[in-house]
């Protein structure tokens, strides 16, 4: 009987951590946030048009389905994980030059 007990114990460990690996992008997912914030307010500002702004959500969410892939089997690798910081570098930037390029919504 006590011979189990040590065994379960490193199971529930085992499996603890498997959770924790297949939730494990907190940092993608905080930033993902703030992107979403970020075109947000270039659309109440007026900085963004509509056509900007389709095009900047489309790219958050090709960002999503990646997490997504990534996390499917339970764990997000190394090389997924930087795969999916080097297209929020690029959706980070595209967000930057579009709200700061000379277009502007159209006051209604």
Same mark, same amino acid.
């Given at each position: 009987m006590t011979l189990r007990t040590p065994f379960?114990?490193?199971a529930l460990a085992l499996l603890a951590a498997t959770a924790a690996q297949a939730q494990g992008t907190p940092r993608v997912d905080e930033r993902q946030e703030r992107q979403e914030q970020r075109?947000?307010?270039?659309?109440? +500002? $007026?900085?963004?048009t509509k056509r900007e702004t389709r095009?900047?959500? =489309?790219e958050q969410r090709v960002i999503d389905r990646n997490e997504q892939r990534a996390k499917a089997d339970g764990v997000v690798t190394k090389r997924e994980r930087a795969r999916?910081?080097?297209?929020? +570098? $690029?959706?980070?930037r595209d967000?930057?030059?579009?709200?700061?390029? =000379?277009?502007?919504?159209?006051?209604?």
């Open positions: 379960a114990a490193i075109i947000d307010e270039g659309v109440a +500002n $007026g900085q963004l095009r900047l959500e =489309a999916l910081h080097s297209l929020q +570098n $690029g959706a980070s967000i930057r030059h579009q709200k700061h390029d =000379a277009q502007a919504r159209k006051a209604r």
